[in-house]
């Protein structure tokens, strides 16, 4: 989770300052594209394989407790 934590602040920080430079006309409005396909495959990530993850993890636990109690 905390290269996850990572990977969303450097991404977020990276798109904002390609942002910023593009509002000041530093920098080509095609630069954003990456960010903004790192950032949806951050999401889709942490939204899809993260919840699934999380839900086998928990059945595992409920069977233990589960086995152990009776």
């Known amino acids: 989770m ?18 910023i430079g593009i509002y000041t006309q530093e920098s080509n409005p ?3 594209i990456p960010f903004i396909i790192m950032f949806g ?12 993850e999380s839900k086998k993890a928990e059945n595992e636990i409920v069977k ?7």
């Open 2 to 19: 905390e290269f996850i934590s990572f990977w969303f602040g450097g991404v977020g920080l990276a798109l904002t300052a390609t942002i």
């Open 30 to 32: 095609l630069a954003c």
């Open 41 to 52: 495959f951050e999401i889709a990530l942490t939204r899809f394989c993260f919840k699934t």
């Open 64 to 70: 233990s407790f589960k086995a152990r109690i009776e």
